[in-house]
């Protein structure tokens, strides 16, 4: 995925390379494959090796565990509750509109959702095959992460032990932090931009 990126990109530049859960570990396998590329790294509620314990119980995963496809919004709604995902349905409606698409049977299901990916379709990856890439990079890496997210405080201290230019900013958010805290991410992103180490 990341060379397929990288081959689109053919000029040198000075970026901050930015992503969020998969994207953020799209962002380091770019980062370490075209180094020329970026200044910097920010990851948002991700790491290459999370604790299970935190993913069992993390919302998102339930509500990703559901049904492969649901009769209406309304239904997926009531499961995103059920889940944890919240009780605000005009709060959570936009995001799982966003996350959704309607097949041609009419009925609802999420774009990424793995369950709808045959089995010998399925990409075949270990996130913690990253490690040697992620300790590998030389520019700063910034973490940012919601308090009820998909990471632990061990997974933080993990990255902070292991990556070596590493900072990190705990938001009250949950793992789309970019949902729950838009302009504390954007300002976040911000200043390290403009002061990475």
């Not at 040198?12 to 970026?38: D, F, K």
């Not at 996350?99 to 299901?109: A, F, K, L, M, V």
Request: net charge neutral; proline share 7%; aromatic share 4%.
């Amino acid at each position: 995925m990341a060379h397929a990126i990288s081959s689109a990109l053919d000029v040198t530049s000075n970026l901050v390379v930015v992503g969020h859960s998969l994207g953020g570990l799209t962002a380091i396998a770019l980062s370490a494959l075209r180094r020329e590329l970026a200044k910097a790294l920010v990851i948002i509620d991700t790491a290459p090796e999370r604790d299970p314990q935190r993913l069992r119980n993390n919302p998102a995963r339930a509500l990703l565990a559901g049904p492969g496809s649901y009769t209406d919004y309304e239904e997926l709604l009531e499961h995103a509750i059920r889940s944890g995902m919240g009780k605000d349905r005009e709060t959570l409606l936009p995001g799982l509109q966003r996350n959704t698409r309607q097949r041609p049977d009419g009925r609802i299901e999420f774009k990424h959702h793995l369950a709808s990916i045959s089995p010998e379709r399925r990409l075949q990856f270990d996130p913690r095959d990253l490690w040697p890439d992620l300790e590998s990079l030389e520019m700063p890496v910034l973490l940012v992460y919601g308090d009820t997210g998909t990471l632990a405080e061990k997974d933080i201290h993990r990255l902070s032990s292991r990556v070596r230019r590493f900072s990190s900013l705990r938001l009250p958010a949950g793992h789309n932090v970019h949902r729950d805290q838009p302009a504390a991410l954007a300002r976040a992103i911000a200043a390290f931009t403009d002061n990475p180490d």
